[in-house]
């Protein structure tokens, strides 16, 4: 079965400081693997997606399918990056999506 | 050009009643996903549309269904409400279907007393 875990519910960091944000998933093919992000009283828009292998707002995240990991990662934390993100995958790339429940990013100034 | 958009963005219903809730693709998008987000289980999927045929499903009671029109606009129905139907309900439009180039409306929040 399909499954995205995302074991943080809560991440607390100060600003400047790095952030990594974790996902690990569960899938027997090859899934394509997304971070979603959502924003307060936003909508939720992609953030990034493993194949582009692209920076977007200083995040990356990198698919290690060894670990059957896509953890995303930012250098130095700013206060707007405070959100609630969600991994997400899919089999390949077509709806539907998988999601993981979330981790809230709270920046701390 | 304009977003996703859904209506009602707010909704109250007793149990044992039914909802239907409309989702306005982005123009020219022809796949509709409908998905329900809940602070117990997350968001799941519930149905993609795609020129009119429902493509995917996803592990809901018959209770969910949904239908889209010739114009891609798409509506789901809750029959019976129950308790635990009480959720955001996102839909999310696409030109094919295409995970990574989906795009969320804002939700309606479905609250069952």
């Known amino acids: 079965a399909q499954r995205v875990t995302q074991p943080e519910k809560l991440l607390s960091v100060f600003k400047g400081a790095p952030v990594e944000l974790k996902c690990n998933y569960s899938?027997?093919?090859?899934?394509?693997l997304f971070w979603y992000v959502q924003y307060s009283r936003q909508r939720l828009q992609l953030l990034l997606r493993?194949?582009s292998r692209e920076s977007i707002k200083g995040f990356t995240a990198d698919l290690n399918k060894g670990e059957t990991s896509f953890h995303l990662k930012k250098p130095f934390a700013q206060e707007e990056d405070s959100a609630m993100y969600y991994c997400?995958?899919?089999?390949?790339?077509?709806?539907?999506?998988?999601f993981g429940k979330g981790t809230r990013l709270s920046v701390i100034a | 050009k304009a977003g996703v958009t859904q209506t009602p963005r707010y909704l109250i219903k007793t149990r044992g009643q039914q909802v239907t809730l409309s989702c306005s693709p982005i123009?020219?998008?022809?796949?509709v996903s409908w998905y329900q987000q809940t602070p117990g289980q997350g968001l799941q999927f519930l149905f993609e549309?795609?020129?009119?045929?429902?493509?995917n499903k996803g592990n809901f009671p018959g209770r969910f269904s949904g239908r889209q029109f010739s114009n891609s606009r798409s509506e789901m129905n809750v029959s019976t409400l129950e308790l635990g139907d009480s959720a955001l309900y996102l839909c999310?439009?696409?030109?094919?279907?295409?995970?990574?180039?989906?795009?969320f409306g804002p939700g309606t929040r479905l609250t069952v007393t």
């Open positions: 997400a995958l899919s089999h390949s790339g077509n709806t539907p999506l998988v």
């Open positions: 493993h194949i």
């Open positions: 549309y795609f020129s009119e045929t429902q493509r």
């Open positions: 999310a439009s696409s030109l094919s279907g295409r995970a990574g180039e989906q795009y």
């Open positions: 899938y027997s093919g090859s899934p394509e």
């Open positions: 123009s020219g998008h022809r796949s």
